[in-house]
């Protein structure tokens, strides 16, 4: 379940220069260089968990939260403290035996950011209170005719019916169980929120983009270039269970999705390279990809994409890929991107053609080697989940023992929002969760108890940090 020693780190990186489909972009500009000084209150200020056994209002677990999280509301009380509301959104339920019949949602989380910047090591049970979450409701997504989605594997394919949803595509195909279940299956990972109250949110078995109303009812849908839709002996096949021909890897879909500070442009990060680019072996996955999407007229159901970049991931000390579970927005071409065990580092763009690369027999990167017309761009490390000093403060370790105050492995998810501090007028703070896979030795799930040997609880921290220039709206 833990690593022995968690390898996470976040990144800062810019695709440099933003492309149109054909052809090349503009150099980068040096002067947009994030900078990633920790100076003055910088490093981890709080810690918050919900018990790993804790129910929502269906009565199920609260569970893998730490997929995605957005901040809904945001301000400062004036006195230290801070309140507001999380929006965070569970991926596809308890699913260590197999996947369940899970319905997508989100949950809104009630929080007090206390920030603590005193160097003594805080008990647990004070470390706890730099960040009190409190749960208060959940809305469950649907699909056309009030149907709900599951969470079961995609192993069947539908067409999508005329007038639902709205496609990118003339007639994409759409992720189900099986030829006698037509139930839309998700496997939710990113989460943006819109003024309007409706979300983007994007899932790993299209590996598609879904809009969904403020009540949970679906909206429209994006699927991505065909180099992207994983094809299997010719045919389209979402199981997340196997590799397909080319196209996204099982399991590796759309991680990341976050949106720009006025909410016209939103950009999904795939977890790692197609299997053309080399995504079938960890060492060769690094070339990873990044499109943006023009949101910027609500009543266009299918949203233009407008920029594609190859983001190179960072690689661990064996070379294997360290995997991008998150991407933040800071401000135009620099963005924050969460790699951990399993594949990193990485990050810029190809010039090119991407007409050409958008076709699954041109890859970016045949067996993992960079194809020579893409110009792939630099990544800096921005700042390290699991410094032993830092997490001793909240009472937490990393390595051994494997107890409750051990620090979670799957980090997923980014939040910023502002520190309000006249001295430090670039400081915000960056929220931060775990998936902690629904592990608790009293679970719920569709109704029935389970238990999964072993207690994980769903872990926050929350990190101030210097991020000049970064573009914040909430
Ligand atoms: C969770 O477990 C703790 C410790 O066993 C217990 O006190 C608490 O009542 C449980 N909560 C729920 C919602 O079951
Ligand atoms: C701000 O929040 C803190 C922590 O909950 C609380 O102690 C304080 O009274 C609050 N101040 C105001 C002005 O509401
Ligand atoms: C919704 O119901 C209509 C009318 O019964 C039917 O034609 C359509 O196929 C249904 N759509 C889905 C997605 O089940
Ligand atoms: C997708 O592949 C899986 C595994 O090979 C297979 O069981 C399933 O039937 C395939 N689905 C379709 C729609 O071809």
Do not use: C
């Not at 009540?215 to 389209?236: F, R, S």
């Not at 501090?421 to 389970?450: E, H, M, R, V, W």
């Amino acid at each position: 379940m833990f690593f022995s020693v968690l390898v996470l780190q976040l990144l800062a990186f810019q695709p440099a220069f933003s492309l149109p489909l054909v052809g090349r972009g503009a150099e980068p500009d040096p002067s947009q260089a994030v900078s990633v000084k920790l100076d003055g209150k910088d490093g981890l200020v709080a810690f918050g968990l919900i018990p790993s056994n804790a129910t929502e209002s269906t009565g199920d677990t609260i569970g893998g939260i730490g997929s995605a999280i957005a901040l809904k509301s945001f301000s400062d009380n004036g006195s230290g403290a801070f309140t507001g509301t999380l929006t965070v959104q569970p991926d596809r339920g308890f699913n260590v035996d197999g996947t369940i019949d899970y319905q997508g949602r989100q949950h809104a989380i009630d929080f007090v950011l206390s920030p603590y910047y005193g160097t003594s090591d805080l008990s647990s049970a004070d470390a706890q209170k730099t960040l009190q979450l409190t749960y208060k409701s959940t809305v469950l997504y649907e699909d056309k005719n009030n149907t709900k989605t599951t969470g079961l594997d995609a192993a069947g394919v539908r067409p999508a019916q005329s007038g639902f949803p709205s496609v990118a595509a003339a007639d994409p195909e759409m992720p189900i169980p099986s030829k006698s279940d037509n139930r839309l299956t998700l496997d939710l990972e990113g989460l943006v929120l819109n003024a309007d109250g409706s979300a983007w949110v994007s899932d790993e078995y299209g590996p598609y983009i879904y809009r969904f109303s403020a009540e949970g009812d679906i909206l429209q849908t994006i699927q991505p270039p065909a180099a992207i839709v994983p094809m299997d002996k010719g045919k389209v096949n979402f199981t997340g269970d196997s590799d397909p021909d080319t196209g996204r890897a099982g399991n590796h879909g759309f991680e990341g999705l976050t949106v720009n500070a006025d909410g016209t442009a939103l950009y999904a990060l795939l977890q790692a390279a197609t299997i053309q680019d080399g995504g079938d072996k960890k060492k060769n996955a690094r070339y990873t990809r990044l499109l943006k999407y023009d949101i910027s007229d609500p009543t266009n159901e299918r949203p233009p994409l407008t920029g594609e970049w190859v983001v190179p991931l960072p690689l661990d000390s064996d070379k294997k890929t360290l995997a991008a579970s998150e991407l933040h927005f800071v401000s135009e071409n620099t963005f924050l991107v969460l790699s951990r065990d399993g594949n990193g580092h990485g990050g810029d763009d190809a010039k090119v053609e991407y007409n050409k690369f958008d076709d699954p027999s041109n890859p970016v990167a045949k067996k993992g080697d960079l194809d020579k017309d893409v110009d792939p761009a630099t990544y800096v490390g921005f700042v390290d989940y699991v410094d032993k000093t830092q997490l001793a403060r909240f009472g937490l370790h990393n390595g051994k023992p494997d107890d409750q105050t051990l620090i979670n492995a799957k980090w997923e998810s980014l939040a910023l929002a502002p520190a309000s501090d006249p001295d430090f007028p670039d400081d915000y703070f960056l929220f931060t969760a775990s998936d902690n896979d629904f592990i608790s030795t009293q679970g719920i799930a569709l109704g029935k108890p389970f238990n999964a040997g072993e207690d994980v609880d769903n872990q926050f921290l929350v990190f101030r940090v210097t991020l000049p220039g970064a573009q914040v709206n909430i």
